[in-house]
């Protein structure tokens, strides 16, 4: 496993090549757990000028970071496309070469390092969250050499039946893209095929890496050739991403989905733009911002969309819309509008209030990355990424961003109560909006009530949403909070990160907290602290036993993770308790507190059974259709 | 999801079908973690008179668990044949209808109960542990109706896409029997098919329980027919653990086989038994003890071998032999042997010293659960199950039991060092066995510094060792401990249990800690604190970063798990820091410690590099391994 003589000139190591890969689409930090099958590739690693290793708690929590990482890094990209518009020519990919080597134009990717059987496997769910999320993520898997492979040898880590492919298996469905390397011949193309795949598909994809390949000699030059296609730019309405040139009859058929469209657009009096989670997964936030800034138009998010472009009500931000489960002001103004754009809808079921768009289909438009849904037309291979550009060009000013929008449902005016009751979800949410937030702060929200609770948070301009509502595995908010502190470090501009979670889901993962105070990150862990499992609790089980967690101490919380050790200095903590509402607001305006210099924990202790409005109607919607 | 009306008096509902079945095989706790799928069943569960809900701090951990939890049922069956002989009569099936209504003779099963996606993919590696180390643990996943799953909707926890069978085939290669329940007719009939697979197999099985078919009703009277065929028993060798009746033909091959080895065995100046993990795993314990007993062979186990009976000098226990990382002396006397007879043979690397069985083949028997081999000959379908009780009859006594052991490598003598002097992994061991181990503790230790130098230890009479050699996951270890706590509860003699981990394990599973605080169980938790992963900087990279983790305050732990809360009183607990071996010499002495009656840990502070001999020798066959 040791490394083997020069290399000559052309060459570079197998494992080097991936590097240089990963560095040029701008993954900055890989993350995992190191064992036996990975350590020689780790020593690449460590070496290499522009990957930093991430060693994680447990190879879950470094998927979830993993996560986490790419969805801000993808946010940062989105916000970096200032000012582009929708004259961009042909031919000139915008992020092209762009500052941090990154290329393939707006993408961010998330990179994960596991080992054979026991590694692999205990990551999968995080690797199944990003395949239903939409977040194109790495997963390199360090196996057992070639030659022990094939002598099906009873090793460790395997099921003792010689190495079979069912680890690479149980990844087939979750992945976008697979690669089992066994020789050099293929190795880098291989390893190129699957990043492509990966990219233009906004999916995971697998990479199993032997030790007898890791220093193996590849082809340098090929580092020179991009993996997405240089001529390529997701924002550029002549190329597809997949590198395809478009076509005459493929610009034809361009120019008449955007007539049809304009038809429709003239037509309506009151039409709105509802932007949804693969806006920003496909990177063309930028492109759906030139739209609305183009046309004027009212538009809305989905919990899923959230600050897909900033949410700003001078800009014609009009709320979160979650169909049955919306603010009631909020559903109003939607629900009678006469045309309703979507971009990139994910209608999974917490993310349109249990099914509950009542739209009629003659009123809907649907932009997806490969597909095109006029009213009951449906048009393939038409993308957003280059339907986009031509509608901003093509639709006239609505102008209805004129009339201020009557109640956003984000109301920054945080309900009335008493300084000594217990902080209600109904006041939190404001109060967050209005005494926390502030530009440019990446807000991690967990599945349960902060998931449901956020969409009554004004969120300001520059704020990075990450939520999983689709996925929605309780735990992984908190090793997602690590992979944004450390993309958020990768922007010149300062941004907190706040995550939001509750007692019974930091459970699952709160190691990776650790793993923060060693790398010295500052986050502010925001607690909920109302004894158990609030969510299950309100579509099953209210009081049941097994809606019970353990109890911690979450005050304690960062000095058990905080000794000191022989390489580790303990860093400043503070963790901050609010029983009541007075208390919190004092915390809120205790400088200290938001000025967010070293980590810090507040825990906020909640009534059991008190949840965000729109949780309580989720929790009745998805009990009966469990029912049904 | 509600119940429906009454149930017909021949009726029961197909939830509690499935926990009267594990309930009948001896299941006393399900082990998961509650998911809006699985919350109607929850119902079930914590009103069955026979089975405890053990809500776990995540599904990883509750597959540890419940894999912990057989094991040590197993043991505990395994313990309960005594004074079973090679006499017993065909038909007899000894615990049939035993104590605690178990049925289908001696096996431990364990179950598991998640969510659809989620939580099954969370828990998956567990799962796939349980198959490698052969361990019958039942996963159930609670699914979402048969009706949303035709709809194909885009629910939480899927991957998008509707509800495709992904989950389920990720299950595929790590399961020994699955069923996708689909309706009333044949339900009952998968959930038996299944179970009896996994018991015969001693592997896992998978069920998905789909919310709508938790309260259909089944016909009560098929409770009444085991689901392990009444006539079988495991030690009864007229008949075949699949309930299958033997022979003639049968039987004359037995006889042929008996015969070859008696001839073998009589013609042997110094034959051994060497006893490995398939004896315990398939429940035949009771019949190895049963031919060394009658043989007075002397005999030795494998690390995975360990306590499938008693480790007593006096009876012909010899020491652990493990290939070339064995102790000189044990080794020397193993590999002299003329006819090693090996029983449950599982040749993974790290139970053999890395595959270096010196053994030349003409001197070599293994008995298996579904083969025999005889020198070259092999005999498919000749059991243990029936084969041992014949060898117990057939084979004269060797009678060099009489030569006491020489020297059995687990030597009670502690190597001398000065009191002031940071604890020695060459001192602990020993010092393990001959201060700290009592009669019928349940030893867990964890993959690592722990696994390697518990063979270095003595374990007394009536001990169980629970140790996961060949899957390897690091961290399974502490949650295993909480299942190994659960099963000593359900035996009448007193048990203590001792987990040994090290920092790099324990980090990626600690909230279990809170899950043992919680149901008030008392382990001895020590902790091997030698900062970072030992056993990975002795495979490669001794000082390489990646080896490094979180710097964690282990005396502050139980305190961090154990606060008050509405419904939890907080429980005595105590925290003993070893930075001497004079400081463990005294913790050791002391009766508050050794009496166990509360929740302990021991925090062992140990040098980084400091470890076993067995295990140096081990991470460097592993690096040349991994090497070639």
Known sequence: ???????????????????????????????????????????????????????????????????????????????????????????????????????????????????????????????????????????????????????????????????????????????????????????????????????????????????????????????????????????????????????????????????????????????????????????????????????????????MGRTAIDEDPANGFGGVYVGEISDAAVKEVVEKSDLVVMVGSLKSDFNTGEFSYPFPQETVIELHSDSTLVQYAHYPDVSFHVLLPALAKALKPKENVSQPPKDVGLSTTVPEGNKDEMVTQKAFWPMMGAKLFKENDIVVTETGTSNFGILGSALPNGATSVAAITWGAIGAATPMTLGALLAAQETSTPRRTILFTGDGSIQLTLQEVATMIRLGLKPILVILNNDGYTIEKLIHGETAPYNDIPSFDWQSMLSFFNAPGPRFKPLPTKSWLAETRGQLEEILANEEFQKADKIQVLEVRMAPLDAPENLVKQGKLSAELNAA
Chains 1, 2 share one sequence.
């Open 1 to 303: 496993m040791s490394k083997p003589g020069q290399l000559a000139d052309n060459e570079v190591y197998l494992g080097n090549y991936l590097l240089d890969r990963l560095a040029q689409l701008g993954v900055r930090c890989l993350y995992g757990v190191p064992g036996d099958f990975n350590l020689t590739f780790l020593d690449l690693v460590v070496e290499h000028p522009d990957i930093e290793w991430i060693g994680c708690c447990n190879e879950l929590n470094a998927a979830y970071a993993a996560d986490g990482y790419a969805r801000v890094k993808q946010a940062q990209l989105n916000q970096d496309h200032e000012g582009s518009q929708a004259d961009s020519k042909p031919g000139q990919a915008k992020s092209q070469g762009g500052k941090d080597k990154t290329q393939g134009g707006v993408r961010g990717l998330g990179a994960l390092l596991t080992t054979q059987g026991v590694g692999e496997l205990s990551a999968i769910n995080g690797i199944a969250g990003a395949y239903a999320e939409r977040v194109p993520v790495l997963h390199v898997v360090g196996v057992a050499s070639t030659k022990l492979q094939k002598s099906r040898a009873v090793l460790h880590h395997t099921l003792g039946d010689g190495l079979t492919r069912v680890f690479e298996e149980a990844h087939s469905g979750i992945t976008c893209a697979r690669a089992f390397l066994q020789g050099a011949e293929d190795a880098a193309a291989e390893i190129d095929r699957i990043l492509l795949a990966a990219l233009t598909k906004a999916r995971p994809a697998y990479l199993s890496l032997p030790t007898d390949l890791v220093f193996i000699p590849v082809d340098k030059k090929r580092l020179e050739t991009p993996v997405v296609p240089d001529s390529v730019g997701f924002e550029n309405h002549d190329v597809l991403p997949t590198g395809k040139k478009v076509q005459d009859e493929e610009k034809k058929r361009l120019a008449f989905v955007v007539k049809e469209i304009e038809r429709l657009w003239d037509g309506a009096k009151d039409p709105i733009v509802l932007i949804d989670a693969c806006s920003i997964r496909y990177g063309v936030s930028h492109l759906v911002r030139d739209l609305v800034h183009a046309t004027k138009v009212k538009f809305y998010t989905t919990p």
